[in-house]
């Protein structure tokens, strides 16, 4: 595939993750609670069909645990994401987590021992303008805030990780080990706090559907498709992108809930910067790639 196809699939993904927020919105649970159906719906679809596309889900014990550990950091994702949408609302949530490119530009040199990139850090810093300028009006809801900027810390860690992992890895695999140690550690806290009975299941049709959708769809698909393009884009390419989630999600939200998803004009400058932001560094990018390999 040419790298024009790899960014296309990233563009369809980063449309599915603009879906969670709607699907996190209308599944009434909370966000441990939530995480924890979509990994155990996510980590059963993809062993279920590992013999069906003839993948073995068999790794070395070093990956093995490599694999596990970033899975941590994506439930820890996931929680704080979804935990941001209850607190506040979609826009909120999904405006914090496009300054998941900022702390990429930070956290990969630290991780990969690369250095800092100018470019990269000056347009994280645009990212935020924009996240400003979108949310400007509506900062009393400091709880989403927070809990939307740490989702994009934890982002950033594992999307940096996974674009190291893929390296000796397959996406699947990954994504799969990722799944399996979300669900092993959400199912340990819910269990330490009591939160597990024999009600626990009882969640409604509705609420199962919802899942079923976030779980396969939003997740088994979109996470592996994550990890995979990471074999041709960079963390940051891939980070940047993904800023688009807020955009597609926020107009997703305003069609389905006009009355408590309002755009703004700060909405508008705030969209611009990022777009802005992410085609500055396609281009950027795209020239050093003809430098380094010419035509």
Same mark, same amino acid.
């Given at each position: 595939?040419?790298?024009?196809?790899?960014?296309?699939?990233?563009?369809?993904?980063?449309?599915?993750?603009?879906?969670?927020?709607?699907?996190?919105?209308?599944?009434?649970?909370?966000?441990?609670?939530?995480?924890?159906?979509?990994?155990?719906?996510?980590?059963?679809?993809?062993?279920?069909?590992?013999?069906?596309?003839?993948?073995?889900?068999?790794?070395?014990?070093?990956?093995?645990?490599?694999?596990?550990?970033?899975?941590?950091?994506?439930?820890?994702?996931?929680?704080?994401?979804?935990?941001?949408?209850?607190?506040?609302?979609?826009?909120?949530?999904?405006?914090?987590?496009?300054?998941?490119?900022?702390?990429?530009?930070?956290?990969?040199?630290?991780?990969?021992?690369?250095?800092?990139?100018?470019?990269?850090? !000056? #347009?994280?810093?645009? *990212?935020?303008?924009? %996240?400003? +300028? @979108? =949310? /400007?009006? $509506?900062?009393?809801?400091?709880?989403?805030?927070?809990?939307?900027?740490?989702?994009?810390?934890?982002?950033?860690?594992?999307?940096?990780?996974?674009?190291?992992?893929?390296?000796?890895?397959?996406?699947?695999?990954?994504?799969?080990?990722? !799944? #399996?140690?979300?669900? *092993?550690?959400?199912? %340990?806290? +819910? @269990? =330490? /706090?009591? $939160?597990?009975?024999?009600?626990?299941?009882?969640?409604?049709?509705?609420?199962?559907?919802?899942?079923?959708?976030?779980?396969?769809?939003?997740?088994?698909?979109?996470?592996?498709?994550?990890?995979?393009?990471?074999?041709?884009?960079?963390?940051?390419?891939?980070?940047?992108?993904?800023?688009?989630?807020?955009?597609?999600?926020?107009?997703?939200?305003?069609?389905?809930?006009?009355?408590?998803?309002?755009?703004?004009?700060?909405?508008?400058?705030?969209?611009?910067?990022?777009?802005?932001?992410?085609?500055?560094?396609?281009?950027?990018?795209?020239?050093?790639?003809?430098?380094?390999?010419?035509?």
């Amino acid at each position: 595939m040419t790298r024009l196809q790899y960014l296309l699939v990233l563009h369809i993904i980063v449309l599915i993750f603009g879906f969670t927020g709607i699907l996190g919105r209308e599944i009434e649970m909370d966000a441990i609670k939530l995480v924890w159906f979509r990994v155990l719906i996510a980590s059963v679809t993809l062993l279920v069909f590992a013999p069906l596309l003839k993948k073995s889900l068999l790794v070395k014990s070093k990956h093995r645990w490599q694999y596990l550990g970033t899975g941590v950091l994506v439930a820890a994702h996931w929680v704080f994401f979804f935990a941001a949408i209850k607190e506040s609302n979609i826009s909120i949530a999904l405006a914090m987590l496009a300054s998941t490119s900022l702390f990429v530009a930070l956290v990969e040199p630290m991780l990969t021992g690369s250095r800092i990139d100018a470019l990269e850090l !000056l #347009l994280g810093v645009a *990212v935020i303008a924009g %996240l400003a +300028l @979108i =949310v /400007s009006f $509506e900062f009393h809801y400091y709880l989403g805030i927070v809990l939307g900027l740490m989702a994009a810390i934890f982002a950033a860690l594992f999307g940096t990780l996974n674009s190291m992992l893929i390296r000796t890895g397959e996406a699947y695999v990954i994504g799969f080990y990722e !799944l #399996l140690a979300g669900l *092993v550690v959400l199912s %340990l806290i +819910l @269990i =330490v /706090s009591e $939160e597990v009975s024999v009600h626990f299941f009882s969640i409604g049709s509705r609420n199962w559907l919802l899942l079923l959708a976030l779980g396969t769809i939003a997740t088994a698909f979109a996470t592996v498709g994550a990890v995979w393009v990471t074999r041709e884009l960079t963390p940051f390419t891939v980070a940047l992108t993904i800023n688009l989630e807020p955009v597609y999600s926020i107009i997703l939200a305003v069609i389905l809930y006009p009355e408590e998803e309002k755009m703004s004009p700060q909405f508008y400058l705030g969209a611009a910067v990022i777009l802005a932001a992410l085609f500055i560094n396609a281009f950027v990018k795209s020239r050093r790639r003809k430098t380094i390999i010419p035509n």
